[in-house]
């Protein structure tokens, strides 16, 4: 069983960095393709990113696009996700998510997703 313990958030001002981490165990993290979602209050749950099994990133959310930056350490079983140049609306709990053999968009998609980690907050203060 697939267990994900997330780390690494905070409250930083804007135009801040952080990296979360999300580290894997009790199953083989090479064999899943991970992803990044967050949820800010009142709104449902988003896609960030994701990365596939083999290194290879399918996407990012529109958003991050050019600050974001997703990772993963097979040896360490841990994925990252390096967030730079952060902003206000950035705020949110945000979760890592596993699952094996995700094809063509599925990766954006959390109900595709039967692992999750814990959330860890971000704030972004203006």
């Known amino acids: 069983q697939m267990q994900l313990v997330v780390s690494g958030g905070g409250l930083v001002q804007s135009g801040d960095s952080l990296r979360l981490s999300c580290e894997a165990s009790g199953s083989s993290f090479s064999d899943y393709d991970m992803g990044w979602f967050r949820q800010a209050p009142g709104k449902e749950r988003e896609f960030v990113a994701a990365?596939?099994?083999?290194?290879?990133?399918?996407g990012y959310a529109d958003s991050v696009k050019g600050r974001f930056t997703v990772s993963r350490d097979n040896a360490k079983a841990t994925m990252y996700l390096q967030m730079n140049n952060l902003k206000p609306e950035d705020t949110a709990v945000y979760s890592c998510?596993?699952?094996?053999?995700?094809?063509?968009?599925?990766?954006?998609?959390?109900?595709?997703?039967?692992?999750w980690g814990q959330g860890t907050q971000v704030t972004v203060s203006s």
């Open positions: 990365i596939r099994r083999n290194g290879r990133v399918p």
């Open positions: 998510a596993a699952a094996i053999n995700l094809i063509m968009f599925e990766y954006l998609n959390s109900r595709k997703y039967p692992y």
